[in-house]
C-alpha cells in the first residue's frame, strides 16, 4: 500500500512540477516509502497529541511549545506540501476509472485496506454489522447527512466488526448508485449483509444489527448458511 501510495504521489508531483513554478527544487522533490511513513506517523502524533485544530506554525515552534519529532522529520513547508500532492491512485487514469466506478480515487487502497483487515485478524464468535459516518465536508459527490450521528456530515460505511473487540474486520463505502459496471450493487439492507457475511457462512457466528437491517428473510437466509441472528424490531 505504501508503495502504491508513493508511485501515485510522485506522478503526481510530477505534473504539478510542469505547471508551477518552486523557488527551490528540494519544495517539490519526490518523496519515498521512508518519508510517507514519516508523514502518516507525524499525523499519529498530531492525533494523539489532540493537535487536529492547532494552527500548523504552532507545532513547529521553535521557542519549546512545538513538537520536536515533526521538525525532525521535515520541515513545516514539506510538510504541507506533502499533504496537498498525496495520491492514492494514477492521477493520469482517474477520468476513464471514474465512468464507472465512483470510488476510483481510493479504489486500489481501499481494496488492499480491507483485505488486510480480513487477513491479520480472526474474528470471534458474536459480530456486528452497523453503519458508521466519518466526519467529511470536503468535495465529494456521495457526502451524507444523517442528524443523528456525532459529526452528522460525511462519509457513510457499513461495517461488520468483532462484537467483542470493536475491531473492523470488513466494511463497504455508500456512494450510492454507482455507474453500470463491475461496481454497480445493491444498497438493499438485506443485500449488505449478504455481502459482508459472504466469507462467513457455516461459521456458526451469531450476528447482531438494527432494526435498519433486520427482517424475517434475512434470519433465513443466515440461518442456512449456519448464521444466527440478533436483530431489533423498529417500535410502531
Known amino acids: 500500500m505504501i508503495d502504491h501510495i508513493v508511485a501515485s ?81 494514477d492521477i493520469r487514469t482517474r477520468k476513464d476509472r471514474e465512468k464507472s466506478d465512483k470510488l476510483a480515487a481510493i479504489r486500489v487502497i481501499y481494496s488492499s485496506f480491507v483485505n488486510n483487515c480480513i487477513s491479520n485478524y480472526s474474528l470471534g464468535e458474536f459480530i456486528i454489522i452497523d453503519e458508521m459516518l466519518h466526519p467529511f465536508r470536503g468535495r465529494c459527490g456521495f457526502v451524507q447527512y444523517m442528524p443523528l450521528k456525532p459529526a452528522k456530515y460525511g462519509i457513510k460505511m457499513y461495517a461488520l466488526c468483532d462484537s467483542r473487540t470493536y475491531y473492523t474486520w470488513k466494511f463497504e463505502i455508500y456512494c450510492g448508485k454507482q455507474p453500470d459496471g463491475p461496481y454497480q450493487t445493491s444498497n438493499k439492507p438485506f443485500d449488505i449483509v449478504q455481502r459482508l457475511v459472504d466469507t462467513l457462512k457455516k461459521s456458526n457466528r451469531n450476528l447482531t444489527i438494527d432494526n435498519y437491517y433486520t427482517s424475517y428473510p434475512l434470519a433465513e437466509y443466515l440461518l442456512q448458511n449456519g448464521l444466527t441472528l440478533i436483530g431489533t424490531k423498529k417500535n410502531k
Do not use: H, P
Open 9 to 89: 504521489t510522485n506522478i503526481y508531483i510530477e505534473n504539478k512540477k510542469r505547471t508551477t513554478f518552486y523557488k527551490r527544487d528540494r519544495d517539490c522533490r519526490l518523496t519515498s516509502s521512508t518519508e510517507i511513513k514519516a508523514l502518516l506517523g507525524a499525523l499519529y502524533i498530531i492525533a494523539v497529541k489532540k493537535g487536529n485544530r492547532v494552527n500548523v506554525q504552532e507545532l513547529w515552534a521553535k521557542d519549546g511549545t512545538g513538537m520536536i519529532r515533526l521538525r525532525a522529520a521535515f520541515s513545516y513547508t514539506r510538510f504541507l506540501f506533502l499533504l496537498r500532492v498525496l495520491r492514492f491512485d
